[in-house]
């Protein structure tokens, strides 16, 4: 590293809604010299990365899916469809940008290739890969909890000669599907948004699916004027109830399943499915993700949906899930069942037909060979923790994240490590992540973290770090909360099974009002399950 790096007061790496929102606040709010870093050639995370077609929030977003501090903010951005397409988040995030002038203090196409912890400088010291250094004495990890991309290696697959795209690595030009045969491997939320959008344009699309999915009707239609405008008037109180409710700004349902018949919880479970969205999972009945019997009536409710709509029978029984409803990550559609009607779409089902080998224009499965013109790979990430061991911050005594977390990740509040101090993570293992509104969860979270970072300052200390038993009791308390509902008995990326090797873990905190209630109970402890040291000389 070179002798005399740039000394900054924090260091962020990432530039999506977490990082842009860390630099504002500890910037502009509280006067820290601040530099951020980012891969990508802009602003957005994931949003500058997933381009592909079809590419949207997969949650209740317009104009939800935002930050939500600024009423000016809010007032100026002009949403205009419910569920927010990938181009008009990432217009967003430029304009947030721009507004608060963070450009200027971003290095892009920039990857931080090693971070340090100097315990006698009490700082972190990280090298980029176009040679520059830099120092802080905090180091703000805002790396994305969906980033680095899970890259299947099926025999041969380097071999295949035609085009070949992962959907987070989407190509920042236009890609032509016209009179191509197009094999797409994956149906989680990027297959199922890209398929429909492919398959419109191609010759032919062969679907492989690897497991077949719980998909939502999302009822995209444009947002009205009367409606943003009421939400601008009202958006104290959404902000508020937002927090309290888990993300979501609006009431949910209270009804209990017993209270009602069969035929009314149908015609309950009818109403939802026709106004879309997530509100079959969330404003049906109390218990759909841990009533084993109410999550099966939900769960064929929608498999009932899926015959209904998919007219080739042996198609439709393809397409059946046979796990717990919504213990996978819920996706929201614009068509994707309706897709398998077209003549030029076919669905290869892997558990049936697995496949064994990749050729340079084909890819055979033990039942046939299907030639392919391009390679769309939705296969995912390796969530959560993939993209803080991608960056292996080493901390105390040189000790790598690799080394810390092999067997387990381990952290306390989803945001620190012991064995790392003056590291802070946002949406990290253990945080409400994907579980809660992610723009808010960043906004709070960092807002936790300024506070921290004020709280060493004005007492003259000079480090924070989480304690070995804090993580052992934040561990316990992320499970106590996972183990009373159904989804550590679906093997899914939300236990990190869809890596092989990954330790089997559940990565979220699944009641963000409580997460961040926790969050204030241990500053206002005194930073209860932490550390603190005095500043050394340098650092005071």
Known sequence: MQNNPVRYDAIIIGSGFGGLYALHHLRDNMGLKVRGFDGAGGVGGTWWYNRYPGARVDAPSSPFYAYTFSQDLVDEWEWT????????????????????????????????????????????????????????????????????????????????????????????????????????????????????????????????????????????????????????????????????????????????????????????????????????????????????????????????????????????????????????????????????????????????DPIKEFTSSSVRTEQGEHAIDMLVLATGFDAVSGSMLNLNPKGRGGVSLQQKWGQRFDNYLGTTIAGFPNLFMIHGPGAPGVFFTMPLGGELTTEWIGNCISHLREQGLGAVEATADAEAIWDGEINSIAERTLYPHTNSWYMGANIPGKPRQFLGHLRGSQYFDRLAEVAEAGYEGFVLEPAQPETA
């Open 81 to 352: 469809e419910t569920q927010t397409s990938q181009g008009a988040v990432l217009a967003y995030l430029e304009h947030f940008a721009d507004r608060f002038d963070l450009r200027k203090d971003i290095r892009f196409n920039t990857w931080v290739k090693d971070a340090r912890y100097d315990e006698a400088g009490q700082c972190w010291t990280i090298e980029t890969d176009s040679g520059e250094s830099a120092s802080a004495q905090f180091l703000i990890c805002a790396v994305g909890a969906l980033f680095v991309a899970n890259m299947p290696d099926y025999p041969g697959i380097s071999d295949f000669a035609g085009e070949c795209y992962h959907t987070g690595r989407w190509p920042h030009r236009e890609v032509s599907f016209a009179g191509k045969r197009v094999g797409v491997i994956g149906t989680g939320s990027s297959g199922i948004q890209s398929i429909p959008e492919i398959a419109r344009q191609a010759e032919h699309v062969t679907v492989f699916q690897r497991t077949p999915q719980y998909s939502l009707p999302a009822r995209n239609r444009p947002l009205t004027a009367e409606e943003l405008a009421g939400f601008r008037q009202d958006w104290d109180e959404l902000r508020t109830s937002m927090r309290k409710r888990g993300g979501w700004p609006f009431k949910t349902s209270r009804l209990r399943a017993a209270e009602y018949s069969p035929e009314q919880r149908r015609a309950r479970y009818e109403e939802l499915w026709q106004q879309g969205g997530i509100h079959l999972a969330i404003n049906s009945f109390v218990g759909v993700l841990s009533d084993k019997a109410l999550n099966e009536e939900v769960g064929e409710f929608v498999r009932s949906k899926i015959r209904e709509t998919v007219a080739d029978p042996d198609t439709a029984a393809k397409l059946m899930p046979d796990y717990y409803f919504g213990t996978k990550r819920l996706i929201l559609d614009n068509g994707y069942f309706e897709t398998y009607n077209r003549d030029n779409v076919a669905l290869v089902d892997l558990r049936q």
